[in-house]
């Protein structure tokens, strides 16, 4: 014990002093935790204006915005949109949100933050290689909107790149230098992501504190892993196909590309009269791309199931129904993902056979995410629930995860996805599920652990306003989109009327622009509360919310090394709440044995 | 407050049920007009199921969120673990699942399945931002194509020597189908990945550069219908349409031949 | 024999057995491969490494799996196998025979050898470097190019990504030998530094005679 109260000294006196090292070329967890939360943030501004942009188009697409045509120049021509812009819109906005905000925020951000608190550690395993990390995404960051300034702007094909119109430089603008620029933020973001990964895993494995068995992490910290596992094992799937895109495109070389392209009337011939390229295979990049794309909602929804067990079980005072299968569930989750991405690509033109085996599994995959609601509904049942903002946000996960999921068995199925794939039914699906959950998510773990990245609480009464108008305006903005993906609306479309049979759907688009703009205004409400409560926020004591994990032993914010003495160790699982035997409506982890404990 | 707080939960989903059930009132698929009705009714019975499940546990968190608030001196059940009721619902989704599962591989099948072969052969090759329909004419074989002489005016680079060929009739954007009878769609792209998507007949197939697929179905009513591309395929997607018309099959060939003139 | 590598440490670190945090060593949080608990079953930089090594495992079977598609594909055309490679191939696995016969004569405090040994270690490595690029200009001579055919692109692709995670590998090499000669590691650290890199350089060995076996052996 002296000794390691000895050491704890130890690690204060290392805690670097200038502030260049202290807060900028950190290695301390806690601060590139915050580190990656901010840069995400912003990244989140430029993509939730670009899809604002996207919804202005879809409801008014002859509407003049000359307005707007003074702010950005090259995207309209004499006020109306040009469709290289809408066609850069869409695809950056995907890129950005899934990689560069909903894979950062919750898992770079709040990964960071909380792992060595929960398990009970002073830091990550590897903290260089941690600042590391945070440097080369934000090089990554840089690249990616850098892009938008080259050559004929941002890359246009998709955030799927689907060759060859991401390869051919002359299929869409974007596809001249946009691209390239597109793939070297991706790998900067990869190798980034991977270091990350790396620290994870090795954290939670070998890093607990005395007592923290596996079955003892919070959810929280087990999604983190699956994560970090989930990351390592398909990233370099597209690390690979975009070195192999990055060849197609600049040397040459036909991977993707097979021959006989000929692009407006021109064969794409070589000096030789011979096509440039031959034999490739478009398919394999979209193979390549979904082993990936599809383990990565996983990686953006994880964290979000973890988020919400922790925050439903503190704010209603119960303990967590069927830990056990809550694990499972995630661990079938994290396994079933990748054996599903051909439900990516049922009309692709792949084997129908193929077809088959990847609707069964992604079927299969319902099981599992459905015990994770029905456990969630067992914990509300019979609980008493305090509605703070965490806690609306981790309700809000919870809706919807369920409407989200309940269409992914419409498409799951293969034969009704060929009526509505590339539909914006699909689109409707995925912003509910894997965008929403993920999204409301990251803000409840923002309210729950405040207190741990600035020392305060964010204010309550911004809190819940930003909740409800978040709430109702999400529904509003994607759940409409089922009806007119049901209708036929094709997504990525820069006007949709010119399709006489989509002309009446102007007015349900119309109305989803307005309740897009809305929720995108709300966000105000948030950075407004995120600034002011970092600042001039209530200060928070060390435990808050009254809840039970490592995290709460600690001064808020925690100091260099996370605990001033030795680390606490613990006792129990992270969800004892309102034992009848116990004095106190919460025995947090690390509080000694209770007499009935004693007993098994 | 906090009683407000919950009641608001539950009265934002129950809102939702409601607006989305009163919503689906309406018929929002296009009309069907070729034999794929599995497609709608699989769309029909999932909707109803999972509807069904959309509302119980939309109700469900709102009886809960409005119901087990927090009181002075109430104290949460400690319940935990139960087993047999875990065992119970996930068994009850699995046998759900299952039985959906087992419908759509059979519907799957059935959509993918070799065509007849009186089959009415067609060629639909996409290029930027247009749909070539190929007919094979009298000889009911397709005339060989070499991308290496495409050209403006011969956009799929039909090889003119060969015989075959010699009566292929081409027409831009147009295809004619005849009504009951099945149609063997050879879809084909000259540049990047496309999608021949004809909404009211419940087809869609990306259109892959370097392969030709092979789908098939039956139109079943006569009429004007929408082609439309459903994989962005550059800037001219969204205007990369074309007409279907269906035809009383007798009066197909007269149809076409009128067309290419 | 003894030599600076086995001299004069102890100041800088304590002797193992009273070191806090248990025999692992410290619950330091500025270096990174202090962080190891006794209850749990892993050295934390080995297992990091290891999991490093299934991330280059994955992109590597992401590769085979292209490489398996593509074959299939009617332009394919084989590429001559450069004698060369069987030169480079030995001299990598040479390289890391060197560099456990130096961690053995290190085991044995024996500095001048291991010294000579990772000298040895190193100047094979860079052997196969400078071979791999007369590979590649051989092959380019020969008119097989990047993008000549698929077999050449995975070629030129496959040992181009490979080299470039030995390139990693070397600047590791040349950190680690830097900091031995800077006296940064205890007695028992030596070995486990170099435990380190052995594994990762094994590992290099290993996926180069899978590349090559991939693209030339089948």
Not at chain 1, 109 to 119: A, R, S, T, Y
Not at chain 1, 325 to 352: N, R, T, Y
Not at chain 1, 411 to 419: E, N, V
Not at chain 3, 148 to 158: C, E, G, V
Request: hydrophobic content about 50%.
């Amino acid at each position: 014990m002296a000794h390691t109260e000895a050491h704890a000294a130890e690690a204060h006196a290392h805690a670097p002093q200038a502030f260049i090292w202290r807060y900028v070329f950190s290695k301390d967890h806690k601060v590139i935790g915050v580190q990656y939360y901010v840069t995400a943030m912003f990244m989140a501004l430029v993509a939730g204006l670009l899809a604002m942009l996207i919804r202005l188009q879809l409801a008014w697409p002859e509407k003049d915005w000359s307005a707007l045509q003074k702010i950005i120049p090259g995207g309209f021509d004499s006020g109306v949109m040009r469709p290289e812009f809408y066609t850069m819109l869409f695809t950056m906005h995907g890129t950005l949100m899934v990689f560069f905000v909903l894979s950062t925020a919750p898992v770079s951000g709040f990964g960071n933050l909380l792992i060595p608190l929960q398990v009970g550690t002073r830091d990550m395993a590897f903290p260089f290689l941690n600042g590391l990390s945070f440097w080369t995404f934000l090089c990554g960051c840089v690249v990616i909107l850098t892009s938008f300034f080259v050559g004929a702007g941002a890359a246009g094909a998709g955030w799927t790149s689907y060759p060859p119109l991401s390869a051919l430089r002359g299929a869409v603008p974007g596809s001249d230098i946009g691209q390239t620029f597109w793939i070297a933020g991706m790998v900067l973001f990869i190798a980034s992501f991977t270091m990350g990964g790396l620290n994870f895993v090795t954290t939670i494995v070998n890093m607990r504190t005395k007592g923290m068995s596996m079955l003892r992490l919070p959810l929280t910290m087990w999604a983190m892993l699956l994560v970090a596992i989930l990351g390592l094992l398909s990233f370099p799937a597209l690390t690979g196909a975009s070195l192999m895109l990055l060849l197609d495109r600049h040397f040459g070389t036909s991977f993707f590309l097979p021959a006989g392209l000929v692009l407006n009337n021109v064969p794409v011939v070589g000096a030789n009269g011979q096509f440039l390229h031959k034999g490739g295979s478009p398919l394999l990049w979209q193979h390549l791309f979904w082993f990936l794309g599809h383990p990565e909602v996983y990686i953006l929804m994880l964290p979000a199931l973890g988020f919400t067990s922790d925050i439903l079980t503190t704010f209603c005072r119960k303990a967590l129904f069927g830990y056990k299968a809550m694990v499972g569930a995630m661990l079938a989750i994290g396994g079933l993902s990748f054996i599903v991405w051909g439900h990516h690509m049922f009309v692709s033109g792949m084997s129908p056979y193929l077809g088959m085996a990847f609707a069964v599994g992604t079927i299969l995959i319902a099981v599992p995410s459905a015990v994770k609601v029905f456990n969630w509904l067992a914990t509300l049942w019979r609980s008493r629930i305090q509605y703070r903002t965490p806690m609306l946000w981790a309700m809000g996960v919870v809706s919807l995860f369920i409407s989200g999921g309940l269409s992914g068995i419409w498409l799951g199925q293969g034969a009704p996805d060929i009526q509505l794939h590339d539909t914006f039914f699909v689109i409707a699906h995925f912003h509910l599920i894997m965008a929403g959950a993920a999204l409301f998510g990251v803000f409840g773990a923002t309210a729950m652990w405040f207190p741990k990245m600035f020392g305060r609480t964010m204010n309550e009464t911004l809190g819940k306003l930003h909740f409800w108008f978040t709430f109702v305006a999400y529904y509003g903005t994607f759940f409409p989109m089922h009806y007119i993906g049901l209708a036929g609306h094709m997504r990525r479309i820069y006007d949709p009327y010119q399709y006489p049979y989509l002309k009446n759907l102007q007015p349900l688009n119309q109305f989803i622009t307005v309740s897009a703009i809305v929720l995108g205004v709300s966000q105000i409400l948030f950075f407004v509360n995120f600034f002011w409560s970092a600042f001039k926020g209530q200060k928070a004591s060390e435990n808050p919310w009254n809840a039970n994990g490592l995290e709460w032993t600690t001064a808020s914010p925690p100091p260099h090394g996370n605990w001033p003495g030795a680390i606490p160790e613990v006792h129990r699982w992270p969800y004892e709440y309102s034992n009848p035997s116990a004095p106190t409506d919460h025995v947090m982890q690390h509080e000694p044995p209770m007499a009935v404990e004693a007993g098994h | 407050m906090a009683k407000l707080q919950g009641l608001l939960f539950g009265l934002a989903t129950l809102v939702l049920v409601v607006v989305a059930t009163v919503l689906f009132m309406k018929d929002w698929l296009p009309p069907l007009k070729s034999d794929r009705v599995g497609i709608d009714h699989a769309i029909a019975i999932t909707l109803v199921v999972t509807g069904l499940v959309f509302i119980v546990t939309n109700l469900l968190l709102a009886w809960f969120s409005y119901h087990y608030q927090d009181h002075e001196g109430a104290r949460a059940a400690y319940w935990h673990d139960n087993p047999r009721l875990e065992w119970t619902w996930t068994l009850v989704t699995a046998g759900i699942l299952a039985v959906f599962l087992f419908n759509a591989l059979h519907l799957w099948g059935q959509i993918n399945s070799p065509p007849p072969a009186d089959a009415v052969l067609i060629e639909v090759t996409g290029q930027q931002f247009a749909w070539n329909v190929r007919y094979p004419g009298k000889d009911g074989v397709l005339g060989k194509t070499d991308h290496l002489i495409a050209s403006q005016d011969n956009p799929i680079g039909l090889v003119k020597d060969d015989p075959a060929a010699k009566d292929d009739i081409l027409l831009l954007n147009q295809l004619y189908l005849p009504k009951d009878k099945p149609v063997r769609v050879e879809v084909r792209s000259m540049d990047v990945v496309h999608s021949f998507f004809l909404p009211n007949f419940r087809v869609k197939q990306d259109a892959m550069p370097g392969m030709t697929i092979e789908i098939w179905f039956v139109p079943k009513e006569t009429g004007d219908f929408d082609i439309a591309c459903a994989q962005h395929c550059g800037l001219g997607h969204y205007r990369m349409r074309g007409q279907v018309h269906v035809v009383p099959a007798a009066e197909l060939d007269k149809a076409v031949a009128e067309a290419a003139q | 024999m003894a030599t600076d590598f086995f001299e004069a440490r102890a100041p800088l670190a304590p002797p193992v057995a009273e070191r806090p945090g248990g025999p692992a060593g410290p619950v330091s949080i500025d270096d990174g491969d202090g962080g190891h608990r006794p209850w749990t079953a892993f050295d934390p930089a080995q297992f990091g490494l290891w999991a490093f090594l299934g991330t280059v495992t994955m992109l590597f079977i992401g590769f085979t799996s292209a490489y398996i598609v593509r074959r299939t594909a009617l332009d394919w055309r084989a590429l001559p196998v450069p004698r060369l490679l069987w030169w480079n191939t030995g001299a990598l696995i040479l390289s890391g025979v060197a560099l456990e016969a130096g961690r053995a004569r290190g085991r044995a405090r024996d500095g001048s050898a291991l010294r000579a040994c990772l000298l040895a270690s190193g100047l094979l490595a860079l052997l196969f470097v400078a071979g791999q690029f007369q590979a590649w200009r051989l092959l380019s001579r020969a008119g097989f190019f990047l993008a000549s055919s698929p077999h050449s692109s995975f070629f030129y692709l496959l040992s181009g990504v490979h080299l470039v995670h030995l390139g990693g590998g070397l600047v590791w090499f040349v950190l680690l030998r830097f900091r031995l000669r800077a006296r940064v590691y205890s007695d028992a650290g030596v070995d486990r530094a170099l435990s380190l890199f052995a594994t990762y350089w094994h590992f290099l060995a290993l996926l180069w005679v899978y590349v090559v076996v991939l693209v030339f052996g089948f």
